[in-house]
């Protein structure tokens, strides 16, 4: 599998873009995780992401988020200057809890939805989007 | 996380390339069909041969070197994003322009009809033995029958528009540019830019296109370089782009001074590299990375 | 901005009480005020930032947008059909325009 390697193919271009300090971002995740959560635990499991494993361009990449039983679910980028990507809210004329998007993505990172269900907790998941620079119109 | 400083991460990136070369996803998915809404199959893969492409197995689509997603995309005509742009285009066909008070419609009637085929054979030569593509077509009909005040801009949104909707009326037509009579020099000339180094990286479309496909070019899958399923909604644009377009990004990327959209040079490349897709399945508007 | 066209595609028939998969697409730049122009200038910012879909009056989704999500936003979602009935869909743009398309719906 890819392991350090992925992120060695994001090239320079990212590298000299992420040039605020690794814990602004982790702020802004950490902010927009309170914002939704209000500080409460946060499980894993029960939500499921699609995204495909190298996006073909990093300002396109298809996404769907399943989380039965939810009535809410936020999206977010860790890895983007600005982490927050969406936040869905089902009512009652809601199907099955899902949505499909197309998000835009600046480097490889972790996208995270977090749901919060019926009963007021919350669950989550996390995958990977590798984010390469291409050699062809950059 | 990991941040690596910008020297390195490119000597690394270069090695990975070639670790990277290895992997199945390098070729095209020759099990890949593109079949539209569930219904319509267009032609991906067609017959090289000795004239054109004599150093071409097969020819094949940009479809096929594309993930799964982004094909996925192109195969239906809802989802695919281009097809807003074909819908713009549908709508500039029945405006009334220019003093004559007219639209397209007034006078070439349902583009299906009156447009089908019309993407297949493009560029091709006028009646005074000039080679245009189809965006000088749709410039001449509305500066000179349409009375219209100003050409469309080659990359503006309403010709890219345009394009589009003239695009799909051949959807599924085999390409098919001619090469001969009054074409022949223009086809000559595109054929020597084809393989003509250009840069400080000292590239033709050749090296990449015809000896490489298939390989990666860092992280970029390198196809054939067809048009046939131009004009293409390119996900890093996230807007449909023109031909000439792609040609000046080409260009731009081995560090050449490079050539205007529209220009007589960009034409001729336009006719032969239209040429190498024939018997490809125009695709309309197709999506790609 | 060019004329803002909504595009849905709902399923062709279904049965009362169905759960219909809703697919929505509209035209527009999504411009997320990270990108600078040539003079080096922040683009302005301005994009659709919400989205709602009501079905017979009753609130589907309610979706909140930020920059990262894609120019042309593609939204899919499941809406319950109990009965016939309008699908109202909106869309909020920053510059406080607002777009709309309704379509209606019949069960089988």
Known sequence: MFTRRDTLAIGVGAAAASALPFAAFAATVDEAIAAFTGGAAVAEGGVTITAPEIAENGNTVPVTIEAPGAAEITLLATGNPAAEVAVFKFGPGAGNAMVATRIRLGRTQDIMAIAKMADGSFTSARVEVKVTIGGCGG | ?289 | MTDVRPRIRLPRSAAAGDSIVVKTLINHDMESGQRRNSAGEIIPRQIVNRFTCEYAGVMVIDMELHGAISANPYIEFEAVVPASGDFVFTWYDDNGEVYTSTESFTVA
């Open chain 2, 1 to 289: 996380m990991q941040h690596l400083k910008a020297g390195r991460t490119l000597a690394l990136a270069t090695a990975c390339v070639a670790a990277l070369t290895g992997v199945a996803l390098a070729d095209p998915d020759l099990t890949a069909e593109l079949v539209i809404d569930g219904e319509l199959h267009l032609v991906t893969r067609a017959p090289s041969d000795d004239v054109i492409t004599p150093n071409l197995p097969e020819r094949y689509s940009g479809f096929l070197f594309r993930d799964p997603a982004t094909r996925d995309m192109q195969m239906d005509d809802f989802e695919n994003p281009a097809m807003l742009a074909v819908e713009e285009g549908e709508g500039l066909w029945s405006t009334v322009e220019g003093t004559a008070g007219q639209s397209c419609q007034d006078c070439h009637g349902d583009a299906a009809d009156s447009m089908a085929g019309v993407r297949a054979s493009m560029p091709h030569v006028n009646g005074d033995g000039v080679l245009w593509s189809m965006e000088n077509y749709v410039n001449n009909c509305r500066t000179t029958r349409m009375g219209a005040a100003e050409p469309w801009g080659w990359n503006s949104g309403q010709m890219r528009a345009m394009t589009s909707y003239i695009s799909m009326q051949s959807r599924g037509m085999p390409v098919n540019v001619a090469i001969d009579g009054a074409a022949a020099p223009y086809w000559e000339q595109g054929r020597e830019m084809y393989y003509t180094r250009f840069g400080q990286l000292e590239l033709s479309c050749a090296n990449c296109h015809e000896d490489s496909a298939g390989l990666m070019i860092r992280a970029d899958h390198l196809s054939q370089g067809q048009i046939s399923g131009f004009p293409t909604y390119r996900l890093k644009d996230q807007r449909v782009v023109s031909i000439h377009n792609r040609f000046v990004g080409c260009i731009r990327d081995t560090r050449a001074e490079t050539f205007a959209m529209g220009s007589p040079e960009f034409i001729a490349l336009e006719l032969y590299v239209a040429s190498r897709g024939n018997g490809l399945a125009v695709e309309g508007v197709s999506v790609r990375p």
